[in-house]
């Protein structure tokens, strides 16, 4: 007896949504695992010596998460400031933030997270050899009275040595629009490649990353920087669902398939009674 292959589609269905939520669960099990390669990496930045980066030259091929200290001159008229930055709230990054220094918590401590609405200010330093690097200075809370106001803080005009940890890009927020903020002071996001070339017009050679300041400066700024987990619990949990949605669809092939078989047996069983 031929069996109706409309039968077979719930089975063929259910094969193919256990397929697409295997996959699914490794890709989610993939992203753990290179969120905690990029933790371990970054674990390990932290407690290697510091990079001596003097020159453009001096930089590695890949400085992500390496140490790195760097003397020259601050650009304030290159500076971008980073808006709708509260202070200490978690947002989109894969940067991890450096070691305390002395103007933030001691080691192993969470930082005050207070809230406050403000900027991250982002400012060129030429580097004594030659060639420029980006450095996110530290954090600097809006004014109250004016919050378009860009507010003051103490930059060095003399050459400076600054340390921190370089990332290889800043963090994200959610940005109404596609506005483009080129040539702007302040602005929603930063993209390093992007304001690299920027600055290449004026004929700043920037490095393609960012070092995050670490070191005390006595300017204002504030950088007890919020160390953010690798996230890789979130990737398990969405795995798990994926997998365990794949163990409910082969349950219910399973049954599917023995009930269709029960009832074929059942009406052969009739069909040989009444012969």
């Given amino acids: 007896m031929q069996r109706n292959p409309l039968l077979q589609l719930p089975i063929i269905a259910a094969i193919a949504v256990i397929a697409l939520t295997c996959a699914l669960g490794n890709w989610q099990l993939d992203r753990a695992h290179q969120r905690l390669a990029r933790a371990a990496a970054a674990a390990a930045g932290e407690a290697a010596a510091p990079i001596v980066l003097n020159a453009a030259g001096d930089a590695p091929a890949d400085a992500d998460y390496h140490r790195i200290r760097a003397r020259g001159r601050w650009q304030p008229e290159l500076a971008v400031f980073l808006e709708n930055r509260p202070h200490g709230a978690a947002r989109k990054t894969s940067a991890v933030a450096s070691p305390a220094s002395a103007s933030g918590p001691a080691a192993g401590q969470v930082p005050e997270l207070d809230g406050r609405s403000g900027f991250e200010v982002v400012m060129p330093l030429a580097l004594s050899g030659g060639g420029a690097v980006l450095v996110k200075r530290g954090w600097i809370p809006r004014d109250p009275a ?74 204002g700024l504030r950088r007890d920087w919020v160390r953010q987990g690798s996230g890789a619990d979130r990737n398990y949990g969405y795995a798990f669902q994926w997998f365990a949605l794949a163990a409910m669809m082969a349950l219910f092939a399973v049954f599917h398939y023995w009930r269709g078989r029960n009832k074929r047996r059942d009406r052969q069983s009739d069909k040989q009674g009444t012969a």
């Fill in 146 to 219: 004016d919050p378009t106001l860009v507010p003051q803080f103490a930059t060095p005009q003399d050459e400076v040595q600054v340390e921190g940890l370089a990332l290889a890009e800043l963090g994200y927020v959610y940005a109404l629009g596609g506005k483009d903020e080129a040539g702007r002071c302040v602005r929603q996001n930063l993209d390093v490649s992007a304001y690299a070339a920027e600055l290449g017009g004026k004929g700043v050679k920037l490095l393609p990353f960012v070092i995050q300041q670490s070191s005390e400066a006595g300017d």
